[in-house]
Nanobody
């Protein structure tokens, strides 16, 4: 089992950057694939990015390709989401999630553990 805690959200102007962190508990962190999802107000939660257990593979939603970068540090049991060139449409609650599967799934149901979320607001 793993517990996840997100941090790093906040208010930023369009074009700015933020780095989100997802700190995990548990000694088996390196056995989980980890993803970021986001949920804008009044909308469904959607996939943003995922990273494999040993960082050899990543996957991104088309809407964030070239702007966001997911990475992880297994020694620190932390996953990061570097977000550059932020847009107002990136405004959402951002969640990290972990899965026992080696697959980088894009659906909510593929992930077993979730954090509580961190809010990102991008002003125009």
């Amino acid at each position: 089992q793993v517990q996840l805690v997100e941090s790093g959200g906040g208010l930023v102007q369009a074009g700015g950057s933020l780095r989100l962190s997802c700190a995990a508990s548990g000694r088996t962190f390196s056995s989980y694939s980890v993803a970021w999802f986001r949920q804008p107000p009044g909308k469904e939660r959607a996939f943003v990015a995922a990273v494999s257990r040993n960082s050899d593979s990543t996957r991104y939603a088309d809407s964030v390709k070239g702007r966001f970068t997911i990475s992880r540090d297994n020694a620190k049991t932390t996953v990061y989401l570097q977000m550059n060139s932020l847009r107002p449409e990136d405004t959402a609650a951002y969640y990290c999630a972990a899965s026992n599967s080696y697959l980088l799934a894009i659906t909510n149901t593929a992930y077993d553990y979730w954090g509580q979320g961190t809010q990102v607001t991008v002003s125009s």
